[in-house]
Each structure stands twice: as C-alpha cells, then as structure tokens.
C-alpha cells in the first residue's frame, strides 16, 4: 500500500503560480509512475502530468505543456507540481497518484494508477 498526501493548493488570480507537494509512505518502492490528476464537479478526472520512478521522460498533455513541470526527491519519497501561469479552467481538486502495474510507458493514464492521495483544491479566479 502507498499512501499519498498532497498539499500546497490555494487561490491565486490568473497568470499565477503554485507548487503541489506530494509525500508518499508506505510501499513507495512498488511505485513505478507517479502522476498528478485534477477534476472539477462537472469533469472526469483528467491528467496533468507523469513521472517514472526511475530514469524516464516525464509526459504532459497538450493542455499544460510548458506551464506545468513534475519533479520529484526520491530520498524525501516527494513529487511536485510547479505550476506557473495558471489560467481559470486550470482550478480544481489536485490528486497525486501511484501506479503500480509494471508498463513500459508512464503517462497520466488514471485507470493505470492504484493509489491516490485525498487531494488538494487549487482555485484560479481574479
């Protein structure tokens, strides 16, 4: 079991930035992605970023692509979202994930990811 917790949402106008913290516990060694996920009341929950645990290229959908940057600190088990530039379509609830399932990809696929954090509401408004 990987046990998540993400902080770091608030409320910034737009053109603003935040910065996600995710700290995983648990059987973190049995994570090989990890990814970032966003929903809203009227959306399905949607990716916004990925990052394998080992060496990888981390991947972004179209819809973020250089605003949002994944990192993590495999030594303080932490994935991070910088989140830059944010627009009002970008609020929501921020979830980071773990994805267990050995693949050879690692994209923000939700159905792939077991474990997810309670999550943390990122709100974009002037």
């Known amino acids: 079991q990987v046990h998540l917790v993400e902080t770091g949402g608030g409320s910034v106008q737009p053109g603003g930035s935040l910065n996600l913290s995710c700290v995983a516990s648990g059987s973190t060694d049995s994570a090989h992605c990890m990814g970032w996920f966003r929903q809203t009341p009227t959306q399905e929950r949607e990716g916004v970023a990925a990052?394998?645990?080992?060496?990888?290229?981390?991947y972004y959908p179209s819809y973020v692509k250089g605003r949002f940057t994944i990192s993590q600190d495999n030594i303080k088990n932490t994935i991070y979202l910088q989140m830059n530039d944010l627009r009002s379509e970008d609020s929501g609830v921020y979830y980071c994930?773990?994805?267990?399932?050995?693949?050879?990809?690692?994209?923000?696929?939700?159905?792939?990811?077991?474990?997810w954090g309670q999550g943390t509401q990122v709100t974009v408004s002037s």
């Open positions: 990052i394998p645990r080992g060496v990888g290229t981390q």
């Open positions: 994930a773990a994805k267990i399932k050995k693949t050879s990809w690692c994209t923000a696929y939700a159905p792939d990811f077991a474990h």
